[in-house]
């Protein structure tokens, strides 16, 4: 079955702090994965997308790592800031020519308190 | 054109209305999907389009649901008969690909429908 889990479920943390969010997925075939921000009410926005190929990728303070091996990819938060309270979404896309197909992950809920 | 739109942006009903909801894509985007999202849960997928022609519709869209892109532009989500467990927020993505290229879906802010 095609699934995406992330943990922690939620996490609190303190304005400054660094955090790190976890993705599992077994998702097949593999075309690329992507880590959305989701306010609260708000659409998610797309933070990093990453290829088979690709190990890390960075988005000013967020960077994104993935073990195509493993199938296991990481989100890291440097420096965080209270805007950064938002719900993260891992999604791993399953893509063929004629069609593309997101599954996403239930989040982690991050919350940073000054 | 500062990105995808939805319309309303809340929506109650009671319980056995039809209701419709509209997506805005952004400007020459080919493909625009739809999603429906359940509190404390990520995203479902519903169902996409290319240009004007629907590809694939996910098993979560029961006859109650259809949706439509006449003009490969702007599309609508109608809910006829709704259902308590209908309520939920309902999202649009839309994106740009051509062959096997990146494709990067920008969601909208969405509708929330809110079945009494």
């Known amino acids: 079955k095609n699934q995406v889990e992330q943990s922690p479920q939620s996490l609190i943390i303190l304005e400054g702090k660094n955090c790190t969010l976890q993705c599992n997925y077994t998702v097949s075939p593999f075309s690329n994965l992507r880590w959305y921000k989701q306010d609260t009410g708000r659409g998610p926005v797309s933070l990093t997308i990453?290829?088979?190929?690709?190990n890390t990728k960075s988005n000013g303070r967020y960077t994104a790592t993935l073990d195509a091996d493993t199938k296991q990819s990481s989100l890291h938060i440097t420096a965080s800031q209270l805007s950064d309270s938002a719900s993260y979404i891992c999604v791993v896309s399953q893509s063929s020519y004629n069609t593309d197909k997101l599954i996403f992950g239930t989040g982690t809920r991050l919350q940073v308190f000054p | 054109d500062t990105g995808v739109s939805q319309d309303p942006r809340h929506k109650i009903t009671k319980r056995g209305q039809n209701v419709t909801f509209r997506c805005d894509p952004i400007?020459?985007?080919?493909?625009l999907y739809w999603y429906r999202q359940t509190l404390g849960q990520g995203p479902e997928f519903l169902t996409y389009?290319?240009?004007?022609?629907?590809?694939?519709k996910s098993r979560l869209l029961s006859d109650r649901f259809s949706a439509e892109r006449p003009k490969g532009s702007f599309s609508t989500l109608e809910i006829q008969r709704t259902e308590q467990g209908d309520s939920a927020m309902y999202l649009c993505?839309?994106?740009?690909?051509?062959?096997?290229?990146?494709?990067?879906?920008?969601f909208g802010p969405g509708t929330r429908l809110t079945v009494l």
């Open positions: 990453m290829t088979f190929s690709e």
């Open positions: 389009f290319q240009n004007e022609a629907q590809l694939e």
């Open positions: 400007s020459e985007h080919n493909r």
């Open positions: 993505a839309s994106s740009f690909k051509i062959g096997q290229g990146e494709d990067t879906q920008y």
